[in-house]
């Protein structure tokens, strides 16, 4: 079973820096493209930034110059640093990639569960 794992989130001051990581795990053949979004409330899920397999990276316009994706593949990990930090991006964040399972060699989205970060003084 292909499961993503999001950790790092929690309350930062404005300006502060915060971290996320998210871990794929099970039976998986390949990992592609990984992405990070976020929900605020009352909004929808938008992409925040995603990375393929290569290291290309996009950022959305609202975080470029503060936030950085970068991925691990021998970990089967995506990373998402933030800093500067504002209260606008209090969301819940969810970890997102393409994977292909073992068991059906066929390319799936998966989600992670989420992780919260509130930006408040």
């Known amino acids: 079973q292909v499961q993503l794992v999001e950790s790092g989130g929690g309350l930062v001051q404005p300006g502060g820096s915060l971290g996320l990581s998210c871990a794929a795990s099970g039976n998986i053949f390949s990992l592609n493209t990984m992405a990070w979004y976020r929900q605020a409330p009352g909004k929808q899920r938008v992409l925040v930034a995603s990375i393929n397999r290569g290291g290309t990276s996009t950022l959305d316009y609202s975080v470029k110059g503060r936030f950085t994706i970068s991925r691990d593949n021998a970990k089967k990990s995506v990373y998402l640093q933030m800093s500067s930090l504002k209260p606008e991006d209090t969301a819940v964040y969810y970890c997102?990639?393409?994977?292909?399972?073992?068991?059906?060699?066929?390319?799936?989205?998966?989600w992670g569960q989420g992780t919260e970060v509130t930006v408040s003084s």
């Open positions: 997102n990639a393409d994977i292909v399972a073992t068991a059906t060699l066929r390319s799936s989205t998966y």
